[in-house]
Structures are given as C-alpha cells and as structure tokens.
C-alpha cells in the first residue's frame, strides 16, 4: 500500500471505480462502510476514516435515535426534525474502530444550534469548512446552502492534528489522547450534499501530515459517493 502523500491520480482513480461501484450496496449504511474500508485498504497511512451523513431525528432507527436523545439531554430544542450528525461507516487500525454501533460518542451527534455546535471545535471547523449555514439551525431552515446544491463540494483541513487551534485557542481536533497514542499527524475530509439537501462528509484521520494540495486531491471521492449512492438515499435505504 502506499502513503496518502504518494498517491498518484492512478491511484486514486482506481478508488473512485470502487467507489461507483457501491451504489449496488443495500442500504446506505453498508455503502458507507464499504467506503471508509476502501480508503483505509487503499493507503497504510490511514489511522481512521469515517463517514457521516447529516439526518432528521425522525429518519433514525432506534439505537441511533437513543444515542442522539441522550447527547441531547433532555434541551426542548430537539424536535422530529432536529439534524442529527451520523456515524454511517467507519474503519480503521483498530477492531473497535471498524464497528460504528461501537463507537462511544460519535454514532449520532445533535445538532442543536449554533451556538451548541460552535461549542464542540472540530465539529464546528468541518460545518464551516464545507460552507453549511449554522445559522439555520436555530429556525428550522435547510443547512445546505445553495453552492452545495449546485454541485460544490467542501475540503475540511486540519494541517496538524496536534497544534492546530480555532480562533477561540481550543484544539481543534480535541482527543489529544487518540491523536497521540496513534501518531495522527493531519486530518481532512471532503463534503457535499445531495440534491434534497442531505449532507454526507467522510474525515480521514492520518499518521502523516499533508500539504493543503495533497488533500484536495481526493475531492472527487465525496461526488463519487453521492453519484453511486443517490438512489439509495432516495429510495430511503438509508440503515
């Protein structure tokens, strides 16, 4: 396998042929998985990959729909049609990593306001980053803005997962401990939304640090994932 910073537009071609080729997946949870196992096997350098999906409460199974309402603890905020960041796939180095049932704070996060999203610091830097209006959370609008319909994608970078700190001097990217016991060196991830609005972004954790340039280089994978996947959101084949 080879590093992240060595790949060539060969390689990373040939992930996005896998990647078209997911949308025969039955639901949108094994589409996403399959994904995050994708570009995990692909370079050595992945310490993690995940993928999310922005979902209404009321489109939530009941596990996930638990896990959301107690991250919320009890706010009269929440409503059926409350956003809920999912965890849709996940794989990486560690066993535990590659079940996202197993994961302990992050199977489905809710987006309450945002005021309540700028207090978490990664979450707050990837909804920025890929240009979602936080604003709308507080009145019920859609959070997709209209760049994003229209087809533009959103690059989420953390050059160094260890230094970097958002205007406010918090790290961005605050389990320090996950980021030292593995060596993780950046982190990025790439956005985007699907024509009704739904928003899937896949975060990739490295034990290398990334230029900018080299991160950009898999943008395309989200548009590939959408493509593939679209008539399984529609479809509502979604866990």
Not at 35 to 57: G, I, K, Q, Y
Not at 107 to 127: D, F, N, Q, R, Y
Request: charged share 20%; net charge neutral; proline share 4%.
């Amino acid at each position: 396998m080879k590093s992240l910073s060595d790949a060539q537009w060969p390689d990373i071609e040939a992930l996005r042929i896998q990647v078209a080729e997911l949308g025969a997946r039955p639901r949108l949870t094994a589409a996403s998985q399959a994904m995050c196992e994708c570009f995990a096997a692909a370079f050595d350098s992945v310490v993690l990959a995940r993928l999310f999906m922005v979902l209404p409460l009321r489109d939530l199974p009941a596990a996930e729909r638990a896990f959301a309402l107690t991250l919320a603890d009890g706010s009269p905020r929440v409503t059926e049609s409350t956003r809920i960041l999912c965890l849709m796939g996940t794989s990486g180095k560690r066993e535990a990593w590659c079940d996202r049932q197993k994961s302990q704070g992050h199977l489905a996060i809710p987006l309450l306001s945002a005021e309540s999203v700028s207090g978490a610091p990664m979450i707050a830097k990837l909804l920025s980053d890929l240009n979602v209006d936080l604003r709308a959370l507080d009145d019920g609008r859609p959070i997709a803005t209209r760049q994003m319909l229209g087809g533009s994608n959103g690059l989420f970078y953390v050059p160094d997962a260890v230094a970097s700190e958002d205007g406010a001097g918090r790290k961005i990217v605050p389990a320090t401990d996950f980021v030292r016991e593995n060596g993780v060196g950046t982190v990025f991830g790439m956005g985007g939304a699907y024509l009704d609005g739904t928003l899937a972004v896949i975060v990739v954790f490295c034990n290398e640090r990334l230029e900018r340039s080299v991160a950009e280089r898999f943008g395309t994978m989200i548009s590939s994932f959408k493509m593939a996947t679209s008539t399984l959101l529609v479809d509502r084949h979604i866990f």
